[in-house]
């Protein structure tokens, strides 16, 4: 199976912050990489596709890049909903595994 | 959209179902995935199945004690799982897409495991 490790697992900032989670995955996937946002009690949202495709709707301060084995998603400014928990997944391989989390919490 | 069935309780050793039904898009044209999500827990693929019920794939942790089916007629997508035991207490979410990126999700059916 492809590993999917995200740094850092949790990560203090403020409203107006850049901020760039990074996940690498174990072996190569291509740009087979998304990014999924969950809130407390709610299920994912999914932000970016295919590694820098935004998903319809998403705000343009979500952005993603990479290839191989090292991803990042950036925020450009922080907002106050943009709190919560994010998780990469690879789709290159089954099975279609996802990082384990990066908490962002305000500071 | 997507529309999981309500939250259940289940003994060790009991069987699960949760269905997922969707709207708004051709049934058939999509695969369904399902994850699940221990408690305070990250998120774990189990599996998806296609629109016509012939395309199943699953995670080797769950093979042999899940099942995947779909009813076109209904457009509907079911989950099972077998032999439950406390590991298995999780949120399960169904989700459209199979072979890349999962939007969108259904809202989860909590499921306790417990005697």
């Known amino acids: 199976d492809v590993q999917m490790t995200q740094s850092p697992s949790t990560l203090s900032a403020s409203v107006g912050d850049r901020v760039t989670i990074t996940c690498r995955a174990s072996q190569t996937i291509s740009y087979w990489l998304a990014w999924y946002q969950q809130k407390p009690g709610r299920a994912p949202k999914l932000l970016v596709y295919k590694s820098s495709s935004l998903q319809g709707g998403v705000p343009s301060r979500f952005s993603g890049s990479g290839s191989g084995t090292e991803f990042t998603l950036t925020i450009s400014s922080l907002q106050p909903d943009d709190f919560a928990t994010y998780y990469c997944?690879?789709?290159?391989?089954?099975?279609?595994?996802f990082g384990q989390g990066t908490k962002l919490d305000i500071k | 959209h997507l529309v999981q069935s309500g939250g259940e309780v289940k003994k060790p050793g009991a069987s699960l179902r949760v269905s997922c039904t969707t709207s708004?898009?051709?049934?058939?044209?999509?695969?369904i995935t399902w994850v699940r999500q221990a408690p305070g827990q990250g998120l774990e693929w189990m599996g998806r199945?296609?629109?016509?019920?012939?395309?199943?794939k699953y995670s080797q942790k769950f093979q042999g004690r899940v099942s995947m089916t779909t009813d076109t007629s209904t457009n509907t997508a079911y989950m099972d799982l077998r032999s439950l035991t406390s590991d298995d207490t999780a949120v399960y979410y169904c989700?459209?897409?199979?072979?890349?990126?999962?939007?969108?999700w259904g809202q989860g059916t909590l499921v306790t495991v417990s005697s």
């Open positions: 989700a459209r897409g199979g072979r890349g990126s999962l939007d969108p």
């Open positions: 708004g898009y051709t049934f058939t044209d999509y695969h």
């Open positions: 997944q690879q789709y290159d391989s089954y099975p279609y595994t």
């Open positions: 199945v296609g629109g016509l019920s012939v395309d199943r």
